[in-house]
């Protein structure tokens, strides 16, 4: 029995994010009734995982003056270390890389982070 050399033309599912076709004008549409919030309170919150099958960007904002978010499987939010990303409340939200079944984690003094993910595409 042969071995076939053909391969398949379907997008990959892992390592590639997902970004939706209902783009309008280059905006993302945003899974605004799969948002979440998380209050840190001064020490580190996770978020659930927004998509155990597909990578996604993850639109993040904070109340607070200054919040710090990373990405993990289990992620624990450290002010000021390697790996956490600052996020100003004077920003806009801001895109985050999530991959499939990954969780962020924020920490803040106060205030609220909000995590809105982009739909995915559905295929053709």
Request: charged letters at 10%; aromatic letters at 4%; proline letters at 7%.
């Amino acid at each position: 029995m042969a071995l076939s050399t053909v391969i398949s033309n379907a997008r990959p599912r892992h390592r590639s994010a997902r970004v939706s076709v209902e783009a309008f004008q280059g905006a993302l549409a945003l899974d605004w009734a799969n948002g979440q919030v998380v209050t840190p309170g001064g020490s580190s919150a996770q978020s659930t995982a927004f998509d155990a099958n597909n990578d996604r960007i993850v639109f993040v904002a904070t109340s607070a003056a200054t919040a710090w978010v990373t990405v993990a499987v289990n992620p624990t939010a450290s002010t000021g270390a390697a790996g956490n990303m600052p996020i100003l409340t004077t920003q806009p939200a801001q895109p985050i890389y999530v991959p499939a079944g990954m969780l962020i984690a924020a920490i803040a003094a106060s205030g609220n982070i909000s995590m809105i993910p982009a739909l995915i595409a559905s295929d053709p």
